[in-house]
């Protein structure tokens, strides 16, 4: 089987007590849980978590993993230990380390070199997938957005593992800042989009006929 969305640096919050300030929505579950617990991890935890994820996962049935990893506090190397780990016990890893501008710029900056060390390290070999991690678009600039795309766009093999929509407020988010026109959205609507001018009837035949022996 094929995990196609995985955090194996979350494996060690099975049981783990709940917060103090106990979290209400989406925004304060990040805030109070992930990402306390994120910037926890070092590199002997993060192994502990990789070790114990792919285990669970072998046991499983599952073989092959798209995993999308955040360590704050280890960055340099953690995917590289990640794809070690994944080849010790003999799986399949698509790597890829979460960007994001909420831990400020200089472990934005080391994040988005981690994905582009493990592109160019792990590209073309046969049991690791690199690809670019991005969080979700409510903690990544438009600014930070053109510099990665800036910064891998002439890399080989590489793809992007990103989170999108998963929740009311990602959503409200980019609502509010999308720099798009509406009224051009409303035109496309109205004319490319709109069945009920374009249908033609007659065509339908083609579909509902029966077929001719």
Request: with cysteine.
């Amino acid at each position: 089987m094929i995990n196609a969305h995985h955090h194996l640096y979350s494996a060690l919050a099975v049981g783990m007590p709940l917060p103090k300030n106990n979290p209400s929505n989406f925004n304060e579950i990040l805030q109070e849980v992930w990402w306390k617990m994120d910037l926890a991890l070092d590199r002997d935890s993060t192994q502990a978590c990789f070790e114990a994820g792919l285990l669970d996962s072998l046991k499983a049935g599952t073989t092959t993993i798209i995993d999308h990893h955040c360590s704050p506090s280890y960055i340099e190397g953690s995917l590289s230990l990640l794809a070690e780990t994944s080849e010790k016990l003999g799986l399949n890893i698509s790597t890829a380390f979460e960007i994001s501008d909420r831990n400020g710029h200089e472990k934005n900056e080391a994040s988005l070199q981690e994905n582009i060390d493990a592109i160019k390290k792990f590209s073309g070999t046969p049991h690791v997938h690199p690809m670019l991690g991005l969080h979700a678009s409510f903690t990544l600039s438009d600014s930070s957005l053109a510099k990665f795309r800036d910064s891998v766009g002439k890399l080989d093999c590489w793809g992007i593992h990103s989170h999108v929509s998963e929740d009311k407020a990602d959503e409200a988010d980019a609502v509010i800042l999308a720099d798009c026109d509406l009224e051009r959205c409303k035109e496309i609507q109205e004319n490319i989009f709109n069945f009920d001018l374009h249908r033609q009837p007659e065509d339908y035949a083609l579909i509902t006929e029966p077929k001719k022996e």
